[in-house]
């Protein structure tokens, strides 16, 4: 899974913010640098990198938190027609 695409999810709303139903649940696309897993009965963490930037995560990020981005376009548009952008 290490260099793997994923989205982030950040259920934080700003505050004062009108946008809470409306929002995006997921963040941008992170490449997976490393997984950490210390003991086999807790599950592992990951270290992301962010695409734009570069520049890693202050923190890593639990399984719970993130989902596999799929960059192919057009292979979804061929699966869901009815979803245009």
């Given at each position: 899974?290490?260099g793997?695409?994923?989205?982030?999810?950040?259920?934080?709303?700003?505050?004062?913010s009108?946008?809470?139903?409306?929002?995006r649940?997921?963040?941008?696309p992170?490449?997976?640098?490393?997984?950490?897993?210390?003991?086999?009965?807790?599950?592992?963490?990951?270290k992301?990198?962010?695409?734009?930037?570069?520049?890693?995560?202050?923190?890593?990020?639990?399984?719970?938190?993130i989902?596999?981005?799929?960059?192919?376009?057009?292979q979804?548009?061929?699966?869901?027609?009815?979803?245009?952008?």
């Amino acid at each position: 899974m290490v260099g793997d695409k994923v989205l982030m999810i950040n259920k934080r709303v700003p505050a004062h913010s009108t946008r809470v139903l409306t929002r995006r649940n997921y963040n941008w696309p992170y490449i997976i640098a490393s997984k950490i897993q210390r003991d086999d009965q807790i599950g592992p963490a990951y270290k992301l990198v962010d695409t734009s930037s570069g520049k890693s995560l202050k923190y890593s990020v639990t399984t719970a938190r993130i989902k596999k981005y799929n960059d192919n376009r057009p292979q979804f548009e061929a699966v869901n027609p009815h979803y245009r952008r």
